[in-house]
């Protein structure tokens, strides 16, 4: 499966933007899915997951509150809705695809991945 992430942008903190990741291929909607995120100097960390109905999401503590994942097995697409934007939230934004569906919060776990969006926050 390939993925293309975007939404990505500039926003001024306590602005919103909602990222898109559209997957190729007809397995998507038994993929669990996630959304990583990396910061210069940092290793990639995980933001939130969805698992393949829609059912359960998780979403890391830094987000809670701020984020949704949600995505449209329809439209072969998975989005995450960030709100309340910090400048510490800056980073490339990954998605990525779990074909076992667990939806976990390793990036080990995942098989496929998009190639990134960036997102900058301003104070």
């Known amino acids: 499966v390939q993925l293309q992430a975007s939404g990505g942008g500039l926003v001024q903190a306590g602005g919103s933007l909602r990222l898109s990741c559209a997957a190729s291929g007809r397995a998507f909607s038994g993929y669990a899915m996630g959304w990583f995120r990396q910061a210069p100097g940092k290793e990639r960390e995980f933001v939130a997951a969805i698992r393949r109905n829609g059912g359960s999401t998780y979403l890391a503590d830094s987000v809670k509150g701020r984020f949704t994942i949600s995505r449209d097995n329809a439209k072969n697409t998975v989005y995450l809705q960030m709100n309340s934007l910090r400048p510490e939230d800056t980073a490339v934004y990954y998605c990525?695809?779990?074909?076992w569906g667990a939806g976990t919060t390793s990036v080990y776990d995942y098989d496929y991945w998009g190639q990134g969006t960036q997102v900058t926050v301003s104070s």
């Open positions: 990525a695809a779990d074909r």
